[in-house]
C-alpha cells in the first residue's frame, strides 16, 4: 500500500469534525466541515424511495461545491410516511440554524423502520445534543455507533498519504447488515467518507461513482435493495494538496476505503458467520463477470452451504449457470482457499472423487471466517470480485421479529 492506516475515520481529515448521541433505538450524528467542501453521493436505485434520499440528490444537483455537513439519524427511514419530506427539512432547517450554516450546504441520510412518521421530537432534540457535542469535542466513536441498526458493531476506517511533502487524509465511517443488496447507480448501506484533498465535484464524482461499482455494489448480504442506500463524500481542500498531483493514489486510497467498508459490512451481515469472496474469471465480458460473480454470493443454497461448512460445489456451478453468463460446463474450474492452502473442486470441467482428499480439505477450508471461491470460465479475460456471507438460523429469528 502507498498509504497509512490512521485512527478517528471521518474526522481524520483537518477540518473535519463528527459527533453523534443516541437517545433508546434512535440515533443522531453529524459529520462538519469548517470549511465548504465539494461533494458527491450515490443512492439507491430501488423505486420505493426514502425522502432524504430526495432531498440530498436535490441539494447535490444546486449544490455541489459549498457543502458544509451531513446530519443522519437511525431508528427510522423516514421512507413511505406522509409528513416524510417535510421532517428531513425540519432536520436540515434545525441543524443550519444551531451550527450558523446555510440549509442548503447540508445532506441528510436515514436508516431503521419503513413506514413510521419519524419521532421529531427526539430526532430534533438528537440534533440539538449532537450540535453541543460537536462545538465542544470531535468524536469519531460517537458518530460510528450512533447512526448503528441491526450491526453489530461500528465500521470505521482512515487513510494518510503524502503528496510533496504535504499529509492527505481520506476517512470513512458506515453502517449496515440487513437489506444488503446495493446498486447506485446514481441494512441499509450507509457510507459517508471525507477528505482534505482539493477536487473538483465533477471529477469526485465520476471516481466515487467508479469506486461504488467496484466495491459496494458487489456485496450481498441478504439480496435486498434498500429504499435509504446512500453513499456521500465531502472534500474541504485543507491538505493543501489538489487531486490533479494524485489522481492515481487518491483512487486507490478511495476504493481501499470503499472495499473494506463494504467488507465489514458483509462481516455484519445479520447472523452471519463467514464471509466468502467470490472471483468469476475467464469471462467473455465484464457484464458477464458481474452477473455470475454476484449470483453465486446471492445464491440462498451457496449461503446455507457456507454456513454448514459444506463445499458443495453444485451450488456454486448452478449459481453461475443461471445468471445468464456465457459459459462452458465442460472447462470451467472451480476452486476455494483460505489464502493459505488452495484445492479444485471441479478442474476442467471434471468434478473431483467425493470420497477424494480434496473434499476433505475444503470441508476444513469452509470452516474458517473468510472463504474465498474462484470459478474459471475460460471464456475470455474479464473477471470480477463479490462478497457475501452465510445464511444461518439467527438471520431468520432477527428479521421475524423486526419490523421493516
Known amino acids: 500500500m502507498n498509504f497509512r492506516i490512521i485512527d478517528n475515520g471521518v474526522a481524520a481529515p483537518k477540518g473535519f469534525r463528527a459527533n453523534g448521541c443516541r437517545k433508546g433505538k434512535y440515533g443522531v450524528g453529524i459529520v462538519y466541515s469548517e470549511k465548504e467542501c465539494t461533494g458527491a453521493g450515490t443512492f439507491t436505485t430501488n423505486k420505493v424511495v426514502a425522502h432524504p434520499v430526495v432531498i440530498s440528490r436535490e441539494i447535490l444537483r444546486k449544490n455541489r461545491d459549498r457543502l458544509r455537513c451531513i446530519v443522519v439519524n437511525s ?17 436540515i432547517r434545525k441543524t443550519a440554524e444551531l451550527l450558523n450554516i446555510p440549509e442548503d450546504s447540508i445532506l441528510i441520510a436515514s436508516t431503521g423502520v419503513i413506514g413510521r412518521r419519524m419521532p421529531m421530537d427526539i430526532i430534533l432534540s438528537g440534533i440539538e445534543e449532537t450540535c453541543r457535542k460537536l462545538k465542544r469535542e470531535s468524536n469519531n466513536y460517537n458518530f460510528a455507533t450512533s447512526i448503528l441498526t441491526t450491526d453489530r458493531f461500528p465500521k470505521t476506517l482512515a487513510l494518510e498519504f503524502e503528496v510533496n511533502n504535504k499529509k492527505v487524509r481520506i476517512g470513512g465511517t458506515g453502517k449496515g447488515a440487513g437489506m444488503i443488496a446495493p446498486n447506485m447507480l446514481h441494512a441499509t448501506m450507509l457510507s459517508f467518507i471525507t477528505t482534505d484533498l482539493k477536487i473538483d465535484p465533477e471529477d469526485l464524482k465520476v471516481i466515487l461513482q467508479g469506486a461504488v461499482d467496484e466495491t459496494f455494489n458487489n456485496t450481498v448480504v441478504d439480496g435486498d435493495t434498500s429504499t435509504n442506500d446512500t453513499v456521500f463524500i465531502l472534500a474541504n481542500g485543507e491538505s493543501g494538496v489538489r487531486y490533479e498531483e494524485c489522481p492515481e493514489l487518491f483512487k486507490e486510497a478511495l476504493h481501499y476505503i470503499c472495499r473494506e467498508l463494504a467488507k465489514m459490512i458483509v462481516m455484519d451481515g445479520e447472523g452471519s458467520t463467514r464471509i466468502m469472496e467470490v472471483t468469476v474469471k475467464g469471462c467473455a ?4 463477470a458481474i452477473k455470475a460473480s454476484k449470483s453465486v454470493v446471492r445464491s440462498l443454497l451457496v449461503k446455507t452451504a457456507l454456513y454448514g461448512a459444506n463445499p458443495n460445489w453444485g451450488r456454486i456451478a448452478a449459481a453461475v449457470g443461471y445468471s445468464g453468463a456465457e459459459m462452458d460446463m465442460k472447462v470451467m474450474d472451480i476452486a476455494i482457499s483460505d489464502y493459505r492452502r488452495e484445492v479444485y473442486l471441479v478442474k476442467d470441467g471434471d468434478p ?8 476433505k480439505i475444503a470441508r476444513e477450508i469452509m470452516k474458517n471466517k473468510m472463504v474465498k471461491i474462484v470459478v474459471d470460465l475460460k471464456m475470455g479475460e ?4 463479490a462478497y457475501g456471507c452465510d445464511l444461518g438460523h439467527e438471520y431468520v429469528t432477527l428479521n421475524s421479529q423486526y419490523t421493516t
Open 285 to 288: 465480458s465484464k457484464e458477464d
Open 352 to 359: 473431483v472423487d467425493e470420497e477424494g482428499e480434496e473434499l
Open 382 to 385: 474479464y473477471e470480477n470480485t
Open 75 to 91: 431508528g427510522n427511514a423516514n421512507c413511505f410516511t406522509k409528513h416524510g419530506y417535510e421532517d428531513g427539512i425540519k432536520m
